[in-house]
């Protein structure tokens, strides 16, 4: 089944084939959103200004990556990739 284009090429959207085809995706998707669970998000706890309180077990998880990255920003590897862009 040939689907209807118009003159810059996208699907028309008045033609019965492309209605039956937002249908369908709509149908798809709603069937996806049934069957998988979203992850459970953690409740981060905070400081009374709004950051994340460092004491925590997830604090410090997220303390060690921030540093891990700062550390890996300027590595000799990364500062010659700057230096030759």
Do not use: C, H, W
């Not at 149908?27 to 998988?36: G, I, P, V």
């Not at 998000?41 to 540093?67: H, N």
């Amino acid at each position: 089944m040939a689907v209807k284009t118009t003159a810059a090429g996208k699907m028309d959207k008045r033609t019965k084939e492309y209605k039956e085809l937002k249908e369908r995706l709509a149908k798809a998707r709603a069937a996806k959103a049934k069957t998988t669970k979203p992850a459970p998000q953690s409740k981060l706890k905070k400081t009374a200004s709004g950051k994340v309180d460092k004491r925590t077990k997830e604090g410090k998880a997220i303390a060690e990556r921030m540093a891990k990255a700062r550390k890996a920003k300027n590595s000799l590897a990364n500062r010659l990739k700057r230096l030759f862009r």
